[in-house]
C-alpha cells in the first residue's frame, strides 16, 4: 500500500501520477509499446513530488524570517508548477482512470475522480460520474465483491482482471482492469484503470476462427488425400501389376524396352502420389529417409529415359554419364534422390528452348567433417539462365524465378524448394553453381557411400565389365554433339578401347580412306549435311568395311527409320538415351563375345519362384471388392502355384471363412457391405467360431498415410501390404505367414 499525504494538489497530483504508472502496465499487458516509457515518467514524476520539500506550516515556524518566507514561497509556486504538470498527466493520459472511495457509509465504492479518457469511454461528463457509485460503470454490481476486492488490494497492494462495462447509451464493452489501493494520510482511497478490448477480443476471437478454420482444412485435406490416394493407387495397382506379368512373357528387345518404359513411368506416377502424401510431413518436419542399397547408374539412366521424350519434342539432346569411379552400390533413399533429379532434368527441359541438357554423377568428398561419403549430381543446360538479381528465390516455395515464368512454363513454384529440403535430409545440398544468358548448372549432392548388394538382388544382373579386354579395340565416333561424344569416348575407353571422335560424315569418311582401319563404328544418326544412314552407306560400299560393324545411336523409333532407309545395314540400332549396359551388350555383340545374357535378363517369377506353393503351403483367401484388382492378384498368386478364393465384400469374406479355414486372408481395407476393419473385428471377436478367430490377416489398402498401418494393426490385421502390391512384398509375407503357422 503506497502512503500520501492530504494535501490538495500534492495529493491529487500524486495519485494521478501513480495512476499514469498503472495506465503504463497496462498498455504493456494490452501489447502497447510505449506504456514502459510512461510508467518511467509517471514513477519519476512521483519520487519528484515525494522528495520536494512543502513549505513548513505556521505551527512549525510560528515566527518565520523574511527570507524563509521569501524562499517558501517560491517553494510553494514551483510545487503548484509540478502539481500542474502532474495534474495534465491525468487529464490527457488516453487511458480511463478513476479515483474510488471503498468506504461510504453505505458500503459502496464511489467515483471522487476521472480523468477525460473515462468520461469518454463511458460516455459521461465528469460532473456526472463523481460522487455515483461504481456500479454505474459496470454490468454487474461490483458492491457485492466489495469486501473480497478490498481484502486482496490490502493483501497484494493491486488487483486486476476483467470485467463488462456499461456506457451511458447501455451498450456493453469487455475491459482489463488495474486498480491499486493507495493511504492518504489516514484515509483509503483506490486508484482503477479500466483499458477497453473490444478490438482485441474482435482478433483474437477472429484468429480463434481462423485457426479452428485452418485446422478443419487441414482435416480436409488429409481426408482428401486419403481418398485421392485409395482412388489413384487402386487403379495404379493394376497398371503397373499387369505390366509386371507382361514384363515376364517372351518379349523381343524393343517390346521389353517399351515396356521397361512403361512401368518405369507407372513407379513415377506413384512416387508423385506419394510425394503429394508426404507433404504433409516435409510441412511438419517428419519425412523420414529410406536408407537402403541402391543402384546409382540405374537411377540416372532411368530418369532420363523417362525424360527422353519430352526433351526430344524440343529437339534437346539430353544426356547422361556416370564416372567410372561412381560404386555400383550406394546405401541412400533412392526414391527421394530420383525425384530430386527428376525434378532438376524436369526443369532443365522447360527452361532450355534448344540445345542440350547433361546429367553427370561422380563422386564427392563428405561434405561435412567425419561425414559419409557423398555423390555429386550436375545438371546442366543450355537454356535461358537465371538472373542474379533473382537467384535468392530459387529456393523459396511458391517462388519462382520471374512471375512471367508461371504464365509461360507452368509449375507451382514448389519444386526446388521440396528438392532442396529432401537434399538436406539425405546429408546434401542442392546449389545453383552456375548460370548465364547460356545456361545454368545445378549440383546435387547427397551422402552416398558404397555398400554391398541386398541378399535378394539379381547377382550379375550387369556383366563385371572390368572382367572383359578390349584393349586395342579401335572405334570411331561420329556424331555433331560435342557432348555425346565426349561421353561415348569416355565408356569405350572405360572398356579399354582405342578411340576417335569426328563431328560429320566427310570428316569422318576422309580419315577412313586415309589411316588405320577401326573395328567399329558408333554412328548419330540426325547429324547436318549427311546423316547417319547416309555415312553408314558410304562405307559399306568399301569393299575393306563390308564387314565393319556398325552401330547407330538414333532419337527415332524403328517404323521411322525404315522410311528412312534400309536398316539393315546397321548391326545393332541403340535407341536414346542410350544406356550403359545396352551400350555394353551391343559392343560385346559386334565382337562376338559369348556371355551369359540369360544372368542379366532373370525375372521375378522365374522356375524356382513357380514352385514357391510347394515350399510354403497355404490356404489363401481374397477379400477384395475391384474387379481388375481381383483378376491380378490372382495372376500372381496362381504363378506363384497358388489357388486362391475371391471374394468381393467382408460379408462375403465372413460367409467364407465359416464354410471352412483358411490359412491367410489377404483383406483389402475399403469395400462395400462390410469393409475389411469391420470383417477382420468381427473374425478377432469369433463371430465365425473361436478357432477362426486366429486366422492371419494381411491388410490391402491403397491408403498410405501416416498412421494407416497402425489402423490395421489396431484393427486385429496381422500384417499391411500398401497398393500397388509388389510380388516380392508379397512373397516375404507369406513366408512369414508360413513360418506363423508352422
Keep these: 500500500m503506497i502512503h500520501f499525504p492530504l494535501q490538495s494538489n500534492y495529493a491529487r497530483s500524486g495519485v494521478s501520477a501513480l495512476t499514469v504508472a498503472m495506465c503504463g502496465v497496462g498498455m504493456i499487458r494490452s501489447g502497447d509499446e510505449w506504456g514502459l516509457t510512461l510508467i518511467i515518467a509517471a514513477l519519476g514524476a512521483i519520487v519528484l513530488l515525494l522528495l520536494w520539500r512543502r513549505p513548513p506550516s505556521p505551527a512549525a515556524t510560528p515566527h518565520p524570517s523574511e527570507a524563509e518566507s521569501a524562499q517558501a514561497s517560491q517553494s510553494q509556486t514551483e510545487a503548484d508548477f509540478v502539481a500542474a504538470r502532474l495534474a495534465t498527466i491525468w487529464e490527457r493520459s488516453p487511458l480511463a482512470m478513476t479515483l474510488l472511495d ?142 509386371n506379368l507382361l514384363h515376364d512373357t517372351e518379349l523381343n528387345a524393343e517390346q521389353r524396352d517399351w515396356l521397361s518404359t512403361i512401368r518405369s513411368s507407372g513407379e513415377t506416377l506413384l512416387t508423385l502420389i506419394n510425394d503429394v502424401l508426404d507433404f504433409s510431413k516435409i510441412e511438419s518436419g517428419k519425412m523420414e529417409m529410406d536408407l537402403q542399397p541402391a543402384r546409382i547408374t540405374r537411377c540416372i539412366e532411368e530418369v532420363v529415359g523417362l525424360l527422353w521424350s519430352k526433351a526430344n519434342e524440343k529437339e534437346i539432346e539430353l544426356l547422361s554419364w556416370v564416372d567410372p569411379a561412381v560404386p555400383d552400390w550406394v546405401t541412400t533413399d533412392i526414391t527421394r534422390f530420383r525425384q530430386v533429379v527428376l525434378n532438376l532434368v524436369g526443369n532443365a527441359i522447360k527452361f532450355t528452348p534448344r540445345g542440350e541438357i547433361e546429367v553427370h554423377a561422380k563422386p564427392h568428398a563428405p561434405i561435412r567433417p567425419g561425414g559419409r561419403d557423398c555423390l555429386a549430381i550436375t545438371v546442366r543446360d543450355t537454356g535461358i539462365g537465371v538472373p542474379p538479381d533473382r537467384r535468392d528465390r530459387l529456393f523459396q516455395p511458391f517462388m519462382q524465378a520471374d512471375s512471367s515464368t508461371t504464365r509461360e512454363y507452368g509449375g507451382t513454384g514448389l519444386g526446388l524448394a521440396i528438392s532442396r529440403r529432401l537434399a538436406e535430409l539425405m546429408d546434401g545440398s542442392i546449389e545453383l553453381v552456375a548460370s548465364s544468358a547460356k545456361g545454368s548448372t545445378f549440383e546435387l549432392i547427397v551422402a552416398a557411400p558404397a555398400c554391398s548388394p541386398p541378399p535378394d538382388a539379381i547377382e550379375h544382373e550387369f556383366l563385371d565389365e572390368s572382367a572383359l579386354d578390349l584393349t586395342k579395340k579401335r572405334a570411331l565416333i561420329v556424331d555433331d554433339n560435342e557432348t555425346n561424344c565426349r561421353i561415348l569416348t569416355s565408356l569405350l575407353r572405360r572398356w579399354n578401347m582405342e578411340t576417335e571422335t ?176 469391420e470383417a477382420t473385428g468381427s473374425i478377432r471377436r469369433g463371430e465365425v467360431g473361436l478357432d477362426r478367430s486366429d486366422v492371419h490377416v494381411v491388410a490391402l489398402t491403397a491408403a498410405a498415410m501416416v498412421g494407416d498401418r497402425e489402423r490395421c494393426i489396431e484393427a486385429g490385421m496381422d500384417d499391411y501390404l500398401s497398393k500397388p502390391i509388389r510380388s516380392d512384398e508379397l512373397i516375404k509375407v507369406l513366408d512369414g505367414s508360413t513360418r506363423r503357422i508352422s
Design 102 to 243: 471503498p468506504h461510504s457509509p453505505d458500503r459502496d465504492i464511489i467515483i471522487l475522480d476521472c480523468n477525460q479518457a473515462a468520461c469518454e469511454l463511458h460516455g459521461y461528463t465528469r460532473e456526472e460520474l463523481i460522487g455515483q457509485s461504481i456500479d454505474i460503470l459496470e454490468e454487474t454490481p461490483w458492491t457485492q465483491w466489495r469486501d473480497s476486492w478490498l481484502s486482496n488490494l490490502r493483501e497484494k497492494g493491486r488487483v486486476e482482471g476483467q470485467s463488462s462495462h456499461r456506457r451511458k447509451d447501455g451498450t456493453i464493452f469487455p475491459t482489463e482492469y488495474f486498480t491499486c489501493l493507495v493511504k492518504v494520510e489516514d484515509r483509503e482511497v483506490v486508484i482503477g484503470m479500466d483499458h477497453d478490448v473490444t478490438d482485441r477480443r474482435a482478433a483474437e476471437l477472429a484468429m480463434k476462427e481462423a485457426r479452428d478454420e485452418a485446422e478443419a482444412a487441414n482435416r480436409a485435406k488429409s481426408d482428401f488425400l486419403a481418398v485421392m490416394s485409395h482412388e489413384i493407387r487402386t487403379p495404379m495397382n493394376g497398371i503397373l501389376g499387369f505390366t
Design 502 to 677: 569426328f563431328y560429320s560424315g566427310d570428316s569422318a569418311l576422309k580419315r577412313m580412306e586415309n589411316g588405320p582401319p577401326f573395328d567399329i563404328v558408333l554412328l548419330d544418326m540426325m547429324m547436318p549435311g549427311m546423316n547417319g544412314m547416309e555415312v553408314a552407306h558410304h562405307i559399306r560400299a568399301s569393299a575393306a568395311a563390308a564387314e565393319l560393324p556398325l552401330l547407330l545411336l538414333s532419337s527415332v523409333g524403328h517404323d521411322e527409320l525404315r522410311r528412312m532407309g534400309d536398316i539393315k545395314i546397321f548391326d545393332t540400332i541403340l535407341h536414346k538415351p542410350v544406356r550403359q549396359s545396352g551400350l555394353f551388350d551391343a559392343v560385346l555383340d559386334a565382337f562376338a563375345i559369348e556371355v551369359d545374357k540369360n544372368q542379366r535378363s532373370a525375372h521375378p517369377f522365374d522356375s524356382g519362384k513357380r514352385t514357391f506353393a510347394l515350399d510354403h503351403p497355404l490356404d489363401i483367401l481374397v477379400a477384395e471388392d475391384n474387379k481388375v484388382n481381383r483378376k491380378l492378384i490372382h495372376q500372381v498368386l496362381s504363378r506363384l502355384g497358388y489357388a486362391p478364393t475371391l471374394v468381393e465384400n467382408g460379408r462375403d469374406c465372413l460367409d467364407a471363412l465359416r464354410e471352412r479355414p483358411y490359412d491367410i486372408i489377404l483383406m483389402d481395407c475399403q469395400m462395400p457391405v462390410i469393409d475389411g476393419y
